[in-house]
């Protein structure tokens, strides 16, 4: 079977960081506002007030300390807490797809490539700007690109699964060269207004080419020696937001609308999920994890990857092994595994193995092991 590989990555970072300082500030002024308004009704107990949030709360449930987002005033305005960007003429290119064309410049470049050597565009995130036309293919025009494309949704794993369906893409002879890219702009569907999740997501995106091992020319080649992909359905992690929301007027605006999930039960069910997948799929690859010396982790919330790393180790894991980005990119969903692969990979020697591996909404887990060439 023909071997394919990983060239090149590429990062989109927004230009603008927020601090948990920052958005504690606006949460607390929103806070003081509702409790002020609502004095009455928490007097007598039929509204419970809003709790105070701090920068310390945060990184300790989170290990998170900042955040890019898109645009930062209007997430900061507590008259308003969502991001204020202005909708832009059809014929103009969509916010997404600029995106995603940054990463995707990005990521040809280090695979040594030019938009003329794709033939497939893969985007994938859990963030869609739009239900169609596809971004890809607005992406596929942008860049010139001669081929098609399609957009995919498996919310946090949306990446990995990506990955799997270019590689076959490539295996089957449907496609040469596939350009996936993961665009988030997770700040649209986060509440700002619910202390438990405020703090959670950032926005970014990646990209990466995905190519037949005989014609890739890239200086850091990552062979794909095995993907393994698994769901399970569950509403721990849910927004009901789409386009039959206009059939019932009562739940127009409402907060289910946004992002939200059961925090205790995810970490719970999700963490021996992703543990025992890892080592399923380490195994199905004829390794031993002792053998796999960094694990790309899905970047969620740290508490979540220690607890994987020692459920799958048996010890907390070395400085290196699983690098993390959360710290100063939030979850940035389907892409957060990816910028770790991207910022983290150049130091592997030759024949070191990795692990890629996302778990989110669905549940979904997938997971990628790759071999440095």
Request: proline residues 3%; charged residues 20%; glycine residues 8%.
């Amino acid at each position: 079977m023909k071997q394919v590989v990983i060239s090149g990555t590429g990062l989109y970072t927004p230009p603008h960081a927020i601090s948990n300082e920052e958005l504690v500030a606006a949460f607390h002024a929103y806070a003081a506002q509702f409790n002020t308004a609502h004095a009455d009704a928490i007097a007598a107990g039929a509204v419970a007030p809003l709790e105070a949030s701090s920068a310390a709360f945060i990184e300790k449930a989170s290990g998170i300390q900042s955040r890019y987002v898109m645009e930062k005033s209007g997430i900061l305005d507590p008259q308003r807490m969502a991001p204020r960007i202005a909708e832009r003429a059809d014929d103009a290119l969509s916010l997404q797809a600029e995106m995603c064309v940054a990463a995707a410049r990005d990521a040809l470049r280090r695979a040594d490539r030019v938009p003329a050597d794709i033939d497939m565009v893969l985007v994938a995130c859990s963030n869609l700007q739009r239900a169609y036309p596809a971004m890809a293919v607005e992406v596929q025009d942008a860049l010139g690109i001669d081929g098609y494309g399609f957009d995919m949704n498996v919310a946090c794993s949306s990446a990995t699964f990506a990955i799997q369906t270019a590689a076959a893409a490539v295996q089957s002879g449907q496609a040469r060269t596939v350009l996936v890219l993961n665009p988030e702009i997770t700040s649209g569907h986060l509440n700002y207004r619910d202390r438990d999740s405020h703090f959670i997501f950032g926005d970014a995106c990646t990209a990466m080419v995905v190519e037949a091992r005989d014609t890739a020319v890239g200086a850091h080649q990552f062979a794909i020696v095995e993907t393994r992909l698994k769901t399970r359905f569950s509403n721990n992690i849910r927004n009901n937001f789409g386009f039959m929301n206009r059939f019932d007027e009562a739940g127009v605006g409402q907060p289910d609308k946004l992002f939200r999930q059961q925090g205790r039960k995810v970490f719970k069910e999700v963490c021996p999920m992703a543990a025992a997948m890892i080592g399923d799929t380490v195994a199905h690859a004829g390794l031993a994890l002792g053998q796999v010396a960094r694990f790309w982790l899905h970047q969620a919330n740290l508490g979540m990857n220690l607890l994987i790393m020692r459920t799958l180790l048996g010890r907390e894991a070395e400085p290196g092994e699983a690098p993390v980005i959360l710290d100063r990119y939030a979850n940035t969903s389907s892409a957060g595994s990816i910028i770790a692969f991207h910022l983290h990979h150049a130091d592997l020697a030759p024949g070191a193995y990795g692990v890629i591996c996302s778990f989110g909404a669905g549940y979904s887990i997938g997971c990628v092991v790759l071999r440095k060439l």
